[in-house]
């Protein structure tokens, strides 16, 4: 069966240092990956997506970047945290482009929080 | 661009009541529609989901949600709720792009609280 593993759980950053989140799949090949952050009373807002390794495509433009080095791991990543980058941030992947019509199946998500 | 909308951001209910949330979505086109619970402390999992056919569709314990087209809407209902339901309950529509991402589109949530 298909995992999903993200880390860390908790992250606690000051303003200004590097970030670095990581989330892997196993059980599947070529899943579409995603990055979301969930915001209180805002929901989950999409930040990045992936098709394939070094395929990355950006929802919103923001201070973080994304990296698919290898078929089953994403990188979520920031050169200085804002305040503003605080959050709940959610990994979650799905079948390959060519079994459409199936659900996104998320992480346990790493809350972080900027001094 | 596709939209979601749950207008209801918390409701408290008592045990064995009936539960209805709302969520309507802004789509022209095929949509495939979810919805997502995410209990305290834990991640998000998928409740149920509408792909085509029968639009009154079936999830895990005992949900259940209506695709009314002509409405734009995707309403989750369960007949009599527990405490352990307290959760918070997300709409989900799918953006298929060209790349075939299926990208969903949430909407903000509804925190549902039930007291005993």
């Known amino acids: 069966s298909q995992t999903i593993h993200q880390w860390p759980a908790t992250l606690v950053q000051p303003v200004g240092s590097p970030l670095s989140l990581e989330c892997t799949v196993e059980?599947?090949?070529?899943?579409?990956l995603y990055w979301y952050r969930q915001a209180a009373g805002r929901g989950l807002q999409l930040l990045f997506y992936s098709v394939g390794i070094g395929q990355i495509s950006s929802e919103v433009p923001q201070n973080l970047s994304a990296s698919r080095p290898q078929d089953r791991q994403f990188i979520l990543s920031s050169k200085k945290l804002l305040l503003s980058d605080s959050g709940f941030y959610l990994c979650?992947?799905?079948?390959?482009?060519?079994?459409?019509?199936?659900?996104?199946?998320f992480g346990d998500g790493t809350r972080l929080s900027i001094l | 661009a596709q939209s979601v909308s749950q207008h209801n951001h918390h409701v408290i209910l008592s045990e064995a009541a009936s539960l209805e949330l709302g969520c309507n979505y802004s789509y022209g086109g095929t949509v495939n529609l979810f919805w997502y619970v995410q209990y305290p402390g834990q991640h998000l999992q998928l409740l149920l989901k509408y792909f085509s056919g029968d639009p009154l569709v079936k999830g895990i314990k005992g949900f259940e949600a209506e695709f009314i087209k002509s409405k734009f809407s995707f309403n989750l209902r369960k007949p009599s709720v527990q405490w352990s339901d307290t959760a918070e309950y997300f709409c989900a529509v799918n953006g298929v792009y060209q790349t075939g991402a299926n990208n969903l589109f949430f909407g903000t949530g509804t925190r549902l609280t039930v007291i005993p």
């Open positions: 979650a992947w799905a079948p390959p482009r060519d079994r459409r019509n199936q659900p996104q199946h």
């Open positions: 059980g599947t090949s070529n899943p579409n």
